[in-house]
C-alpha cells in the first residue's frame, strides 16, 4: 500500500521549469528523510535530492545542484526544477527513508518499495 504519491510530471522544453509533488499520506517514526530519485531509460536508478523531516537540511546530487530545488509544506514535498536538460529526462520517484549510517538520504538500496513514479521529459 502506497503512503507517497508522485504527480507533476510532463513533456516540458529545455530549459524550462517543473514542479513535481510528492503527497505523504501518512509518517512513520522510523522515516527520518523524504528523497526524490529518477531513472533515465537504460539507466541505473539514482538519487536526486533530498529533505530532513526533522532538521531540514537538504542534499542534491551533484548534476542538479543549483538547478533543483526540494521543500516541504505540511505533507507535500516539493521538487522544483528549473532549467531543466534532456540529461534530466527519466521516471521521478519519491520515497521516505529511515537514518542510514554510513550512506545518505540518496542511497538507493535504502528504499523499501517504490511506486510507479511520474515521467518526466525533457525535449524540444
Known amino acids: 500500500q502506497l503512503r507517497v504519491a508522485e504527480s507533476g510530471g510532463g513533456l516540458v522544453q529545455p530549459g524550462g521549469s517543473l514542479r513535481l509533488s510528492c503527497a505523504v499520506s501518512?509518517?512513520?517514526?522510523?522515516?527520518?528523510?523524504i528523497s526524490w530519485f529518477r531513472q533515465a531509460p537504460g539507466k541505473e536508478r539514482e538519487g536526486v535530492a533530498c529533505?530532513?523531516?526533522?532538521?531540514?537540511s537538504e542534499l542534491y546530487a551533484t548534476s542538479v545542484e543549483g538547478r533543483f530545488t526540494i521543500s516541504r509544506d505540511k505533507d507535500t514535498v516539493s521538487l522544483e526544477m528549473s532549467n531543466l536538460k534532456a540529461e534530466d529526462t527519466g521516471v521521478y520517484y519519491c520515497a521516505p527513508l529511515p537514518v542510514v549510517r554510513g550512506s545518505t538520504c540518496l542511497e538507493v538500496t535504502a528504499v523499501a518499495t517504490w511506486g510507479q513514479g511520474t515521467q518526466v521529459t525533457v525535449s524540444s
Open positions: 501518512t509518517f512513520e517514526l522510523i522515516w527520518y528523510y
Open positions: 529533505i530532513s523531516l526533522f532538521h531540514g
